[in-house]
């Protein structure tokens, strides 16, 4: 089993040896180049090295293909994208930096450095995504202090972390070598091997909390929650230009890089006297005050944020409080749940308890139907017997008065 390589990438990105030695090659050929071209394009296509566009003090970072945590492969690792960002940091003719994108992320390792490093520029950042800006490829563009422009056609997304083993086990045993692991007495759990119950728990706690990191710098950088990123950002799916700027992964959607770099000229040519008067929509003051915009969007969502924390609050006290018109508590915890207002439950409580007398009365009236039906049953109706002895009349009883007068007269 060959090492695990935690990737922020598209699961069929990774490259093969072929590729790795012609990016070689191609840098080889690049770096003969003048990296310091006027050249927009030719700027664009030397990966390790930052072009400027022509007069307008926009310093060019081009990041394209494969990104990984060790300098080796065609200026695409992180040490070599820190250091042509430093050149440009230090660069006195360089007056606003555009990281020009098209990979499709890379190795987690090195990447939330990186993105610190650019966060912390002393210059403003903008990124530019033409063709693919992917899991950590996207990452870096979210660390700049300005907009992320597009195009409509390029793809952006893919946040999500993965991991990758070689099971070289087979391979070793056709050939018949079998591969012998020791382990020191405490180390048992080094190395863990991830085709087992064990290792696959720890190879999947590694990746969560690594997407937590990921994930994490990715809201902090957007301006946004955790969850909300987690909910309108894919986990894990691509989108083309105009869904990703619906979804909030990008700012601006431009036809092409040079629409990009006026946008990012004209904000600073607008800069001084009169930049009020000449600043006439949201998308001109973000260009131009980039870091400004961000703190009050910051702003404003922290002050939502409270202002709903606050209006919540009242809201499930209001509710609690209704426990004094019903002991039925469920209704009160899936009102809070489903995010229900006071006078709509209470409204429901009252429905309640009409329901509840109407079955109360008509509960009732079956019991005591059902009692009249008994009592009728177990009644004993009487009628007066000839021969009971009885006297059924007043005057059966002076008849029979008189014949016991007469009798006692007669034995006298």
Not at 81 to 94: F, K, M
Not at 129 to 146: D, K, L
Request: charged share 30%; aromatic share 6%.
């Amino acid at each position: 089993m060959s090492k695990r390589v935690v990737w922020a990438m598209l699961p069929d990105s990774e490259p093969s040896q072929k590729q790795i030695e012609q990016m070689v090659k191609d840098y080889k050929e690049q770096k003969s180049a003048t990296a310091n071209n006027s050249n927009l394009l030719t700027g664009r296509f030397l990966s390790r090295y930052y072009g400027r566009v022509t007069n307008k003090d926009i310093g060019i970072l081009s990041i394209a293909g494969g990104l990984y945590s060790e300098p080796s492969w065609c200026g695409n690792d992180y040490k070599e994208i820190a250091l042509s960002l430093e050149q440009l940091e230090q660069d006195e003719d360089v007056k606003q930096i555009l990281i020009d994108i098209n990979s499709p992320g890379g190795s987690v390792s090195g990447l939330i450095e990186l993105c610190s490093l650019i966060k912390n520029c002393s210059k403003p950042t903008h990124a530019y995504i033409e063709g693919m800006g992917a899991s950590a490829a996207y990452g870096i563009a979210t660390a700049v202090s300005g907009k992320i422009f597009t195009t409509l056609s390029s793809e952006v997304g893919s946040v999500g972390v993965m991991g990758v083993y070689y099971d070289d086990t087979k391979f070793y045993e056709d050939r018949g070598t079998k591969i012998l692991r020791f382990f020191s007495k405490n180390s048992k759990k080094k190395n863990l091997n991830p085709t087992t119950e064990e290792g696959e728990q720890e190879v999947q706690k590694d990746l969560d909390e690594t997407e937590d990191l990921f994930v994490g710098m990715i809201a902090s950088n957007r301006g946004l929650g955790h969850e909300e990123v987690i909910s309108k950002f894919g986990q894990g799916l691509l989108f083309r230009g105009k869904e990703a700027m619906e979804r909030g992964l990008v700012d601006v959607i431009v036809e092409n890089i040079d629409a990009c770099v006026n946008l990012i000229k004209s904000s600073e040519e607008d800069e001084g006297e009169g930049m009020a008067e000449q600043i006439k929509s949201i998308d001109a003051l973000t260009t131009a005050y980039p870091e400004l915009v961000t703190q009050i969007k910051s702003d404003e969502r922290t002050a939502g944020v409270e202002e709903g924390r606050k209006d919540e609050r009242a809201r499930v006290g209001a509710l609690v409080a209704l426990t004094k018109y019903t002991s039925d508590m469920s209704i009160i915890s899936s009102a809070i749940k489903e995010g229900k207002t006071a006078d709509v439950v209470m409204s429901e409580i009252l429905e309640a308890q009409l329901t509840d007398v109407e079955k109360k009365k008509k509960e009732a009236l079956v019991n005591l139907e059902k009692a009249a039906g008994e009592t009728e049953k177990n009644s004993v109706k009487t009628v007066p017997l000839s021969s009971d002895g009885l006297l059924s009349d007043d005057k059966e009883a002076r008849e029979k008065s008189d014949r016991m007068a007469e009798n006692i007269k007669g034995s006298k």
